[in-house]
Each structure stands twice: as C-alpha cells, then as structure tokens.
C-alpha cells in the first residue's frame, strides 16, 4: 500500500476567489496547495475588461501572505457586447487567460450572461485565431428543461455544433456532471477537454435529500444521478489528458447557504487534494493522481508544467465544521467528516 505520495505542485483550473472581505478569508486556502488558478470573473460588477482584470488580480495578491508562490490567471466574462479586439489585446497583453461563457442566469452572478452564444461568433473566430480558450458553464437555461437534465441538453444542442462549427477553438467544458458529457468530451476532437470537481465524484443527488434539505450539498450544475457520478469518476481516474482538476470551490457565508433561496456553491478549497486524492486512492489510480491535478491542464491551456512539488501521507485530516467566523463564515466541503490523506508541504 502507497502511504506517500509526492508530485508535482498542481494547478486549479477553475475556481472562485470572490471579492473584499471574502476573497480575504478563502484565497490563502486555494495558494497553499495550488501554483495558479483559473479565476473566475462573476464578481459585481462582472470582470469584462483588462483594466478591471488587472485590478482584481491586485486585489487577490493583495489578499495573500507577500512570499505566497501562487499566480492567479483572469478571465473575462462574457456578454452580448463582447468586443473581440479587445479582448485579443487583453490577451496578448498577458491579461486574460480565457474567456467564460455563462449563459444568462444559469448559475450565481450570470445574468450578465450570453443570451445567444451564436451572436458571438466574430469573438470565437478571433478567439479560435489566437488560441485562447473558451470556458464554458454548459447548461441551458430553458424553463421547461429539467434542471437535471440541463447539461445533457446544452451537449447536445449547443457543445455539439460549437465543436463542429468552430473546429480550431479550445474548449474547455467546466465542472461536468453527466454521462452524456463525459462521453462526449472523451470522444471529441483534442480541443476539447473537461473540468471536474471533488463534489461531482463523491456525492450524488440523494445528498441534496439526505434527513432533510441539505443546502451545503447544493451546487450549479447540480449534482446527479449515482449513474452519472460513476461515470463521471471513472473519466477522471481514466489517465485521459481530457480530463483535470477544476474544483469551483465556491464559498457562501452559512446564512446565504441556509436560506430560504440557498446560493448555489460548495467551498471546498481548504482540502482538495485530499478529497481527490481520497477518490484515486479508492478507484486504485493513484498512479493516474499528478496528471489529472498538475499535467493535463497546464498541456491543455500550453502553460509549462510548474516546477516545485507537493507531498501527501495516508493520515487522518479531521475537517472542522465550520471555517471562520462572522460575515466569512464558511461551511467547508466534508464539514465535520475525517479524510484520509494530509497534505504535509
């Protein structure tokens, strides 16, 4: 039995910072462990320019210890009024990493959204041109839609003709949720890869239910079926270069989670890796480990591999139940549970 595991220093390649007082509390969580991370920019105002890129990465600096080795990598958020020079400036400039796509009012923050991705096209072509990826929440919105059945749908309908009829632009379908997607992705062409998060392989739609309403288990997309947990799971620990980490680790104060209209997110940034690791380890991949959390992504985005190295033991990682106090009180992904592997430097 493998009780140690060193690779190296991986890389989240979706995750959200949040803003002010919250960015304060959770962007150590994330640097400790990972050497960049693909920030998200549904902020308030959304982050839809260099210069408000530019300063929202300040402010995440700003929020960490002066010697933290962690380099945020900024997106811009998409609208109907996309400018595509300016975001191929931003790009060369070293601004933005990607683009993201949320389409209006699928997830927290996103009624700025695309109405029409298809009305964006002159921005894939520019994009496609200079090799900048598109990050995609991928869901429709359509009300007579089953909310389970959203991501299936949007595959479907939309992912599928993007691929046929944008053919050179790297796609990245984030957080997936489905066998439907899983699928695809594998057996799409090589500009496409996927995303996927600790809560997507661990837990499935019983979890929403469990003794009652379980806001904590609550995220967009929402978790499935057992079905498609497993499949999911399995294109994780399948050593498929199409597949890596993207926690969306996505904090909520307590009060805003158990509400009466609970936000949509699962902070589990504190112990990532762990919950990861915890899945290889159980799925008997832990060879598969350092290429799914930090090979696949880098090559994806053709960023280097990065340079130092992390180092796991078996041990027991109690996961306290709730991580700070007051208006940054934060129930943590496991709250109150004990994982079985600690990440040691």
């Given amino acids: 039995m493998t009780d140690r595991i060193t690779i190296r220093r991986p890389d989240d390649w979706h995750v959200h910072l949040r803003d002010g007082a919250m960015l304060q509390a959770v962007a150590a969580h994330t640097a400790r462990q990972f050497a960049r991370a693909i920030v998200m920019p549904n902020l308030t105002p959304p982050v839809t320019d260099a210069a408000a890129a530019v300063a929202y990465r300040e402010r995440i600096m700003a929020a960490l ?3 933290a080795d962690f380099t945020p990598l900024m997106t811009c958020y998409l609208t109907d009024a996309a400018d ?14 990607a683009c993201k796509l949320y389409p209006a009012h699928a997830t927290t923050n996103s009624a700025h959204g695309v109405t029409d991705i298809f009305r964006l096209a002159p921005v894939l072509e520019r994009m496609q041109a200079i090799g900048m990826p598109l990050l995609i929440h991928g869901e429709v919105t359509d009300r007579d839609i089953d909310i389970f059945d959203r991501e299936a749908v949007f595959v479907d309908r939309i992912l599928s003709r993007l691929v046929r009829e944008f053919p050179a632009l790297k796609i990245v379908l984030e957080h997936i949720t489905t066998a439907e997607a899983a699928a695809f992705v594998s057996e799409g062409p090589a500009t496409l890869a996927a995303t996927i998060t600790p809560q997507h392989l661990i837990i499935n739609r019983n979890a929403l239910f469990d003794g009652g309403l379980r806001p904590h288990a609550y995220c967009l997309p929402v978790v499935k079926r057992e079905k498609h947990r497993l499949a999911v799971r399995a294109a994780a620990v399948s050593g498929s270069p199409k597949f890596f980490l993207g926690t969306d680790s996505a904090p909520h104060v307590v009060g805003a989670k158990e509400s009466g209209c609970g936000c949509a997110g699962i902070f589990n940034a504190p112990f990532a890796l762990e919950a990861y690791l915890r899945v290889f380890d159980q799925e008997g991949a832990l060879d598969k480990f350092e290429a799914f959390v930090s090979e696949n992504g880098a090559r994806f985005y053709g960023l280097p591999l990065n340079a130092g190295t992390i180092t796991l033991v078996r041990g027991e990682t109690p996961v306290p139940t709730i ?23």
Avoid: Y
Avoid at 323 to 345: K, S
């Fill in 65 to 67: 210890p002066a010697d």
């Fill in 323 to 345: 991580i700070g106090q007051g208006d940054t009180a934060l129930v943590p992904f496991h709250a109150g549970e004990t994982l079985g592997w600690r990440l040691v430097n």
């Fill in 84 to 97: 595509a020079a300016a975001i191929a400036d931003a790009h060369a400039a070293g601004v933005f990493t």
